[in-house]
């Protein structure tokens, strides 16, 4: 829990510095191409800090993953848009079981969880450059496994599970900042999620508990 109260107080960190920049470099950003409201595509990508919710864990670490695809910002009117995704997102935890006589023995895991992820967010134009975003998604499981860190582990055919021992679809929340500059995006992005990623009554459901998705992400867009 330490550690993610730690990145979420980098994100608000983060969020301050990229509303004081969306400010102060406002006008130099301005191109004559933004003075009119047009549909933009694009390609995006950036890096994924995430964690699980896991009650038996003694110590919680991030894991780093990737996330890349497709977005198109439709606008509705000049200070408002929508903006559907679709990425691919690398998601998970690194998680330490520290009793070799629990129900869940010992040993240091990484879970690994891969989705193809739809987001659709509303995007509010605080000013030219600077925005905030939220909305929801919804998200595919396409490959799953998890790793004995260490390879001493004591949870009997946990490094057999796959895909289809957790939960397919994911869905949840998602909230964010960005500062457009000319064709290119900066931003930071928190997704919250609202299922259970374990299988009731599986070897992934007693692993995980109830725990859900929750990562936080930091990412570039281009503008085609």
């Known amino acids: 829990m330490k550690k993610i109260t730690q ?10 510095f990229l509303v004081v920049g969306g400010q102060l ?11 009119t409201i047009t549909t933009k595509f694009g390609i995006k990508g950036g890096v994924n ?44 935890a690194k998680d330490k079981y520290g009793s070799s006589t629990s129900i869940l023995g010992s040993g240091e895991y990484r879970f690994n ?7 659709v967010l509303l995007v ?42 957790f939960h397919r679809f994911d869905y949840g929340l998602v ?5 457009d500059i000319q064709r290119m995006t900066l931003g930071a992005r928190y997704n919250y999620g609202l299922q259970n990623i374990g299988q009731s009554g599986s070897l992934s459901g007693n692993l995980t508990s109830n ?9 570039i867009g281009f503008a085609l």
Do not use: W
Request: aromatic share 10%.
């Open 7 to 16: 990145l979420k107080s980098c994100l608000i960190i983060l969020t301050y």
């Open 25 to 35: 470099f406002a006008q130099q950003q301005e191109t004559s191409s933004e003075s």
């Open 49 to 92: 800090f995430s964690n699980l919710y896991i009650n038996s864990v003694q110590n919680e670490n991030m894991k780093v993953g990737v996330n890349a695809g497709f977005f198109v910002k439709v606008p509705i009117v000049r200070t408002l848009s929508i903006q559907p995704e679709l990425l691919y997102s690398s998601k998970g």
């Open 113 to 119: 969880l891969n989705y193809v992820e739809t987001p």
């Open 124 to 165: 509010f134009n605080v000013t030219r450059n600077l925005n905030l975003s939220g909305g929801g998604y919804a998200a595919y499981l396409v490959s799953a496994n998890v790793k004995d860190l260490h390879n001493d582990g004591t949870i009997s055919g946990v490094t057999n599970l796959n895909a289809d021992n």
């Open 175 to 179: 909230g964010g900042v960005g500062v």
């Open 211 to 219: 725990s859900k998705n929750s990562v936080v992400t930091f990412f």
